[in-house]
């Protein structure tokens, strides 16, 4: 069974940074799209980031300029550069993965528990 362990939360005061990391673990054949939501209090779900196989990216408008998204196929790894972090970034952020186990296996969502991020104001 894959798991997705994020780490790298906390809190932070307006301006800082954070770098957010996920790992993934299990039987993987191969990672498809890795991607960072987040959700704050009363508000819905929503993309922040996304990188594919092919290192295509994208962005919510709301993160452009300030988060920058990677990851690490030999570590099954993807993280989030989260610079000039503002009040309005504070939220639980949860990776997710798509992925298949084996060799033409069905794909597969993973997600991740999430961890907090809170920027002070």
């Known amino acids: 069974q894959v798991q997705l362990v994020e780490s790298g939360g906390g809190l932070v005061q307006a301006g800082g940074s954070l770098r957010l990391s996920c790992v993934a673990s299990?039987?993987?054949?191969?990672?498809?799209?890795i991607a960072w939501y987040r959700q704050a209090p009363g508000k819905q779900r929503e993309l922040v980031a996304g990188?594919?196989?092919?290192?295509?990216?994208n962005y919510a408008d709301s993160v452009k300029g300030r988060f920058t998204i990677s990851r690490d196929n030999a570590k099954n790894a993807v993280y989030l550069q989260m610079n000039s972090l503002t009040f309005e970034d504070t939220a639980v952020y949860c990776c997710?993965?798509?992925?298949?186990?084996?060799?033409?296996?069905?794909?597969?969502?993973?997600w991740g528990q999430g961890t907090q991020v809170t920027v002070s104001s």
């Open positions: 997710n993965a798509v992925l298949t186990e084996r060799f033409r296996g069905p794909l597969q969502s993973v």
């Open positions: 990188i594919d196989s092919g290192d295509n990216i």
């Open positions: 299990g039987s993987i054949f191969r990672l498809n799209t």
